[in-house]
């Protein structure tokens, strides 16, 4: 049986369940590419490549309002609410 992909994975960064790939690779360890619509962090290049903590930028979103960052993606139902 083929495993069914699940549409949603949690960002690291701002806990929201957005992501449609593991922000990191269970098996390699490399980050996914994916630039989460959320935070607007992209997992492997800002982490690996900028050496921005998961924690530092957290905070940096937070300060900034915390708001979603995509503009070609909406936010996904009851989003704000599990904030
Ligand atoms: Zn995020």
Redesign the pocket.
């Known amino acids: 049986m083929p495993k069914k992909a699940s549409p949603t994975f949690v960002?690291?960064?701002?806990?929201?369940a957005?992501?449609t790939e593991p922000?990191r690779s269970a098996k390699t360890g490399g980050g996914s590419f994916e630039i989460?619509?959320?935070?607007?962090?992209q997992h492997g290049v800002d982490d690996d490549d900028k050496g921005i903590t998961h924690a530092q930028?957290r905070a940096a979103?937070r300060k900034a309002g915390a708001k979603w960052t995509s503009k070609t993606q909406p936010p996904p139902k009851g989003w704000a609410k599990t904030r």
């Open positions: 960002c690291p960064v701002c806990e929201s957005v992501l922000a989460c619509p959320c935070c607007g962090f930028a979103w």
